[in-house]
């Protein structure tokens, strides 16, 4: 289906009813007996079937009987017109490939639309969504965030550049965050016009998060329907839909191959985009992309509460004025005398540069204003156009030509009304703000001939066009608006009590937290399959989110510690010792010499580390909270020998803390500390709540204990090197075939000092990388899939750049002699492990 699109009509192209889809896969659109009405015609190259042949057929005759029911069983999960199910991995015809499925409805039409599944193995994308939303959970500004989430969103999806791009209040944007291969010219800072974006596409953006243009030079693969089909198939919630010619244009001119985007919303409106370029075609798999969408809509969660935190900071401050003024206000016999005695409190609760009040025909001016008789004119202005209504704006001379003569002085205003009827107002003004704007090209709309006729032709020139912009003063924001209307109420009616409205507004942001942390566990628990017992144990015993994080976080965090000991070690048995230094040293830092220790130096091997781990995690807690060690003066001796039966006999005993009460309820915590090491281990464990102090006794049988005396100093050596390794500068290169390790590669390496990490996952990208970049140090995975990393590393040595392997299978790695003084470390590596390597080439050079 072909539709003209004209300068008369661009800004309503039908964007949704393109009749055509991206041939990376096929679609099929099935009438409610099931029967197939409309078919693309990439089918023929994904079934073998030409589309033709599938109208009127039913779908049980083309499709296998299993995908058919599992298809049909994916219905009554589609709740609301915007709903699509996603389905991975199923075979569709027999002995044929498996494909990923989305399903949802479209008017009478039931939708199928199926792409061939990409194998990524060692790929969980919930655990890579956990990793990214962890990272990102630590920014603090907007910004901060943003940045973070663009460079996590560009390790995920591979793409050469993804930006954050942030919807202003005139519907420009702004490219606000930025990560990009090195080598890129940066677009950071750039603006863009809000005709770059059409209302139409804004739109379809709020209902459908992710949209994918894998080659922007593929030819789209048109419908083919039946005869009496007249209405075009509305694929506004389609995965496939086809691209609009315009917007081919538009990448075509910035040199784009493929592109990804996804929304960014808050309270359901489209606040920005992480727009995704890459300069060649680039298809990533549907599961991948899948996660890239649930990252975005975690991101947005995660974004609007940091916003809504600071609203919420901001109009609770204009809020406790308000209290103030409403108790003084009513003591007062005169209103207009009520209203004008607290001018310059109203200042104080929204931002402006000055202040006038029109009451029973006079003005009143404070602070930078318009004269009074412009105040006037502007006051009848508004009682003609917006009566009895709050009215704002940040371009007077828009909504207002003669504000045009005083925009230097007042550039934006907001009005309050004051009484019922168009009389009495309050306005606050801002000055203008003269900036200049960096524009990614000529803003202006240009029309010309172009290739689809007489129309308009996205502009060819992305060079930095700069615009000093006037008239125009900082927006008025949402919470501006919120408390304005909320002084009108107290204005209004002083003799109603706002705590009322505070208690509702604290209710409904109450409501919206709860349902946002409800919506983040059920998620969180479905990707952190791995401590899903944690959470559930954990969360049963706290009266806080706080206290849960705090709680949960704790153990994870000694499940962490013990994990690094393990791996440090290479999975080889590590010291008691040291496992009580470490928690020792979380908790109580220099003042760790108050736990006392004795005993033979013995070696856990790492299923009963794991485990010994939680247990005296949960014993310091507890002596932190309650016992010797939440005091100043209290000790802790922890005292091991070797039994009779040659297992390990641990002592715990406190003293000198607050006197001790038996617990009235048996908590999380002590369910792990009576029963880790029995269930886990087969081992014994008692706990006694003595008056004058804790004790405790834990036995671990044999079978999981090593006299091993050398490693008794393990964690000193291993700081001793993390102290002497030198720091990396410039970029750095990792070469790993495992995302989810590139990832934790890449915050190391950063955490080392690069300033910037390329990423490869193939002999192949490696080297296109490093001619494009040459780095400061790289990281080689040794075994690439079906390939090795040697040439990479011949290349590097050539260019005379440091680098390390890194294997799993350690001595057995089949590296050339030439490179037999790389230093190898051995999977999974963490940053201590790196800065050994560091330290010991530094050493050897």
């Not at 009304?417 to 960096?438: A, H, K, M, Y």
Request: proline share 6%; net charge negative; aromatic share 8%.
């Amino acid at each position: 289906m072909n539709i003209e699109v004209d300068l008369t009509n661009c800004d309503r192209e039908p964007i949704h009813i393109p009749g055509s889809v991206q041939p990376f896969g096929f679609l099929l659109a099935l009438l409610p007996d099931f029967t197939i009405s409309i078919a693309s015609e990439s089918v023929k190259q994904h079934l073998g079937i030409a589309a033709g042949e599938l109208l009127q057929c039913p779908v049980d005759d083309i499709l296998l009987e299993s995908a058919v029911k599992s298809i049909r069983e994916r219905i009554d999960f589609l709740s609301g017109p915007d709903a699509v199910e996603r389905m991975f991995g199923i075979p569709l015809m027999p002995d044929g490939p498996p494909f990923d499925l989305a399903v949802h409805f479209s008017g009478v039409y039931f939708v199928i639309e199926a792409e061939p599944s990409i194998v990524e193995p060692g790929v969980n994308s919930g655990e890579l969504v956990r990793l990214m939303l962890a990272r990102i959970r630590k920014r603090r500004t907007t910004t901060e965030l943003a940045q973070e989430a663009a460079r996590q969103l560009r390790v995920l999806t591979g793409f050469d550049r993804v930006m954050v791009y942030r919807f202003h209040f005139d519907g420009s944007g702004e490219v606000i965050a930025e990560a990009a291969t090195s080598g890129l010219e940066s677009f950071l800072g750039l603006h863009y016009p809000a005709s770059d974006i059409p209302k139409q596409a804004r739109l379809l953006y709020q209902r459908n998060w992710l949209r994918i243009i894998a080659d922007i030079n593929e030819k789209p693969a048109p419908l083919q329907s039946l005869p009496m089909h007249t209405n075009p198939l509305d694929l506004s919630m389609s995965v496939l839909r086809s691209v609009s010619p315009i917007h081919i244009e538009y990448l075509r001119n910035m040199g784009v191959g493929a592109s990804m985007s996804v929304s960014i919303l808050r309270e359901g409106k489209l606040w920005g985009l992480f727009a995704c370029h890459h300069y060649s075609p680039r298809h990533i798999s549907f599961e991948r992309r899948t996660a890239s969408e649930l990252f975005g809509q975690m991101f947005s969660w995660i974004l609007e509460g940091q916003i809504r935190e600071e609203d919420v900071a901001y109009e609770s401050k204009a809020q406790q004025i308000q209290e103030r003024l409403m108790e003084a206000a009513a003591t007062h016999a005169h209103s207009k005398r009520a209203v004008l005695d607290f001018m310059p409190e109203y200042r104080k609760m929204i931002a402006c540069d000055g202040i006038a009040v029109w009451s029973e025909g006079e003005i009143t001016l404070d602070g930078e204003t318009p004269r009074e008789n412009e105040v006037k004119d502007l006051v009848a202005f508004i009682n003609r156009t917006s009566p009895g209504r709050i009215f704002a704006t940040a371009e007077i001379g828009k909504v207002y030509a003669a504000g045009e003569s005083f925009r230097d002085r007042a550039a934006g205003f907001l009005a309050i009304p004051l009484s019922r009827t168009p009389r009495d107002c309050l306005l606050f003004f801002r000055r203008e703000i003269q900036q200049s704007v960096n524009w990614a090209g000529d803003p202006n709309k240009s029309y010309q001939e172009g290739p689809h006729g007489p129309r308009l032709t996205p502009r060819k020139s992305f060079e930095l066009w700069q615009e000093v912009v006037r008239g125009q003063s900082k927006p008025w924001t949402s919470a501006d608006l919120h408390i304005a209307e909320s002084l009108r109420v107290t204005l209004l009616e002083v003799i109603l009590q706002l705590a009322d409205l505070a208690a509702r507004e604290r209710r409904n942001a109450q409501e919206r937290q709860e349902l946002m942390i409800a919506e983040l566990n059920h998620r969180v628990r479905n990707i952190l399959s791995l401590v899903r017992g944690l959470v559930a144990q954990s969360k049963t015993t706290a009266v806080s989110i706080e206290e849960f994080a705090g709680v949960l976080g704790g153990r994870i965090q000694a499940l962490a510690r013990a994990h690094d000991q393990i791996t440090n070690l290479n999975w080889a048995p590590v010291a008691l010792r040291s496992l009580v230094e470490s928690e020792a040293g979380a908790y109580l830092g220099a003042r760790a010499d108050r736990i006392e220790m004795k005993g033979p130096e013995v070696a856990l091997d790492p299923k009963a580390f794991a485990a010994l781990a939680l247990v005296v995690h949960e014993m310091m807690t507890n002596s932190a909270k309650y016992g010797a060690l939440a005091d100043s003066v209290g000790r802790v001796e922890i005292i091991w020998n070797i039994d009779d039966q040659s297992g390990l006999v641990i002592n715990w005993k406190e003293s000198g803390g607050p006197p001790v009460q038996p617990p009235s309820r048996r908590g999380f915590g002590t369910t792990i500390i009576e029963r880790s090491i029995p269930f886990d281990l087969k081992g014994d464990a008692e706990i006694h709540f003595d008056l004058f102090g804790v004790q405790a006794r834990f036995v671990i049988p044999p079978n999981f204990i090593e006299w091993v005396p050398s490693l008794a100093n393990a964690s000193e050596r291993i700081e001793a090197k993390k102290q002497e390794a030198p720091r990396i500068s410039d970029t750095a290169l990792i070469v790993e075939d495992n995302l989810i390790i590139a990832m934790s590669g890449e915050v190391i390496l950063l955490e080392l000092g690069a300033r910037h990490v390329n990423t490869a996952a193939s002999v192949a990208q490696a080297l296109n990388s490093i001619e494009r970049t040459k780095p400061s140090f790289a990281l080689l995975d040794l075994n690439l899939g079906n390939e090795n990393s040697i040439p990479v590393g011949m290349k590097l040595q050539e260019l005379n750049v440091p680098f390390i392997f890194a294997t799993g299978y350690g001595e057995r790695a089949p590296i050339p002699a030439e490179l037999g003084s790389v230093p190898v470390i051995q999977k999974p590596y963490t940053r201590e492990v790196v800065e050994a390597a560091l330290a010991n080439m530094a050493c050897a050079g």
